[in-house]
């Protein structure tokens, strides 16, 4: 294992290889759901992310050899860590803009820009040669993105706080809508108004924060419920 954590071709091609594999496989699963930012995305950061650091490991190593004459005469310093600190801001402005503001006051991306940044890091320490650590980390984001997503969505279908957006015919049903939620035993936390338009036209909608009674109904029970009033067009459950 000495060769690979020497600054060496085939410890360079080595931690490419790495970087690129493990980003490959956090791009895999995200591209299965058919995220913005999949398979290949996450293989080149994760790969470039590598290849920056290897140019820090280049620098510090021609100027302990061939360039040494050359750094004692000008007096010339090295920071091995500035070009891993640019690659994580970097790619804090690429994940950023994964981020985007959805209809009905919802945010999504953050998975996907969390898991950009996450992908970027791993390309680091592939860099830096943590082999060990690469792969235990890996493990790791394996089991938060993809093994803990169904747990997370089960966790939240039991939750008793939830938001919903409604869609009526007109601004007076929204009381109606209201009193019958009451009506259910749920409390209802806020509510914001929208319109939404739809064939040139606007019609009139609600977010609505909600939580039901420890005996009350599920939250699919609840939407149901909401769905089959007269007044309403539209049910959602808006998740975040």
């Given amino acids: 294992m000495e060769l690979f954590h020497e600054f060496n071709i085939l410890s ?14 956090l ?8 995220r913005a930012a999949g398979l290949r995305t996450y293989m080149l950061i994760s790969m470039a992310a590598c290849l920056t650091v290897l140019l820090g490991c280049y620098d510090f190593e021609m100027l302990k050899t061939g360039w ?20 994580i801001t970097g790619i804090g402005f690429l994940g950023a803009g994964t981020i985007l503001s959805a209809e009905h006051q919802q945010v999504s991306g953050l998975t996907t820009a969390i898991g950009l940044f996450a992908s970027a890091i791993t390309g680091l320490a592939a860099g830096m040669g943590l082999y060990t ?7 790791l984001l394996i089991f938060s993105i993809e ?20 869609e009526y015919e007109n601004p007076r049903n ?11 035993n749920a409390t209802i936390f806020d509510v914001d108004i929208e319109r939404t338009k739809k064939d040139d036209e606007h019609w ?3 977010i609505i924060v909600l939580r039901l009674a420890k005996e009350s109904t599920s939250h699919s029970e609840m939407m149901t419920s909401i ?3 007269s007044c309403v067009h539209a049910v959602k459950e808006l998740v975040s």
Avoid: H
Wanted: aromatic fraction near 10%; avoid cysteine; charge should be positive.
């Fill in 27 to 34: 791009g895999y699963g995200r591209s299965k759901k058919n």
């Fill in 12 to 25: 360079v091609f080595v931690r490419l290889v790495l970087a690129m594999t493990a980003g490959g496989i």
């Fill in 147 to 166: 093994v803990m997503y169904p747990v997370e969505k089960r966790l939240k279908r039991r939750m008793r706080q939830f938001t919903v957006y409604v």
């Fill in 68 to 87: 040494a004459e050359i750094a004692a005469e000008l007096g010339m310093k090295f920071d091995a860590s500035r070009y891993a600190s640019q690659v």
């Fill in 227 to 229: 769905a089959e009033l």
């Fill in 174 to 184: 929204l009381a109606e809508i209201i009193d019958f939620v009451k009506e259910k």
């Fill in 204 to 206: 009139p909608g609600a």
């Fill in 133 to 139: 650590t690469v792969l235990v980390v890996l493990l």
